[in-house]
């Protein structure tokens, strides 16, 4: 069982940066991809970024692309989402999600492939 801890959430004015952080516990950090993922009011859960096992690469949704940034630290168990030049439609609650038994080159942006979840946390972004 993998337990996820997520911070950094806030109220943001447009343009401006936050940065979120997840937490993990386990052993196999590197071994999972970790993905971010955000639900606005009304609206499905969509992917944001994904960083694929051991940090091989990473994906973006269309929308992110350019401004915002996955990274991690297998060492602290941690992966962090920078994102810069916010906009008010990146308001949402932000979810870290984790998969194991992930393959290395394979890039995982659906919501229901993922095992884990943490709880969320909330990104106000105002005009």
């Known amino acids: 069982q993998v337990q996820l801890v997520e911070s950094g959430g806030g109220l943001v004015q447009a343009g401006g940066s936050l940065r979120l952080s997840c937490a993990a516990n386990?052993?196999?950090?590197?071994?999972?991809?970790m993905g971010w993922f955000r639900q606005a009011p009304g609206k499905e859960r969509e992917f944001v970024a994904a960083?694929?096992?051991?940090?091989?690469?990473?994906d973006y949704a269309d929308s992110v692309k350019g401004r915002f940034t996955i990274s991690r630290d297998n060492a602290q168990n941690t992966v962090y989402l920078q994102m810069n030049t916010l906009k008010p439609e990146d308001t949402a609650v932000y979810y870290c999600a984790a998969k194991e038994r992930a393959g290395y080159y394979t890039a995982y942006t659906v919501s229901n492939e993922y095992d884990y979840w943490g709880q969320g946390t909330q990104v106000t972004v105002s005009s």
């Open positions: 386990g052993r196999t950090f590197s071994n999972y991809v």
């Open positions: 960083s694929r096992r051991s940090g091989i690469g990473t």
